[in-house]
């Protein structure tokens, strides 16, 4: 009956000053760090972009919905967790969309344990998880419902998360609530 945490895209590209900047997304790095300090989660796991060459995921006309410009090639800084994240301890990260769109970090593997998220979750004898990061409208959003379609007990800690568009907020808590998330907090 283990719970985890799962930390969702807190990369330097996510955040202001990268290349696809989401507003709020230093002060929940901060915030999850904070948390992930205080809290007593048995399993603290990351999610990471990871860009190789993603195909239509990456244009120079984004539409912002499907199309993005670059961001979290892997090997770059911009790929990195946040700093403010340094101190967390994360028993493993998964990386994801190297040669595709993948926003829901259920699509990672960790490459050095050769697992994928929901598989190790299991191992770990989880059955709760509790879900923050970036963005709220893609990244948390896709992980939350995949946590919960994999049966796993599942809330967004949603004063964790920042929007690409805080306007695709209430459709995005009308969708998790659909699907049997739990949303605590009001989003930043
Ligand atoms: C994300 C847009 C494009 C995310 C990833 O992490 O939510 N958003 N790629």
Not at 90 to 113: I, L
Not at 130 to 157: E, H, W
Request: proline share 3%; charged share 20%; hydrophobic share 45%.
């Amino acid at each position: 009956m283990a719970r985890a945490l799962i930390v969702v895209d807190v990369q330097n590209d996510f955040c202001e000053g990268g290349s696809l900047a989401v507003e709020g997304g230093i002060a929940v790095a901060s915030a999850i760090a904070a948390y992930a300090a205080a809290s007593d989660h048995d399993v603290v796991v990351a999610t990471r972009d990871h860009h190789i060459d993603p195909g239509s995921h990456f244009s120079e006309d984004p539409d912002f919905v499907d199309s993005w410009p670059v961001h979290c090639v892997a090997g770059t800084p911009g790929a990195e967790l946040r700093a403010e994240l340094s101190g967390t301890r994360f028993d493993a990260v998964f990386d994801k969309g190297e040669f595709a769109a993948a926003y829901s970090g259920f699509e990672g593997r960790d490459h050095a344990r050769g697992v994928g998220l929901a598989d190790f979750l299991r191992d770990e004898g989880v059955t709760s998880v509790d879900v923050c990061g970036i963005a709220t409208d893609y990244c948390v959003r896709a992980t939350a419902l995949d946590a919960a379609g994999a049966g796993f007990a599942t809330t967004v800690l949603a004063d964790l998360t920042a929007a690409v568009a805080p306007s695709n907020t209430a459709r995005v808590v009308a969708e998790w609530e659909a699907a049997g998330v739990a949303v605590s907090g009001a989003p930043m």
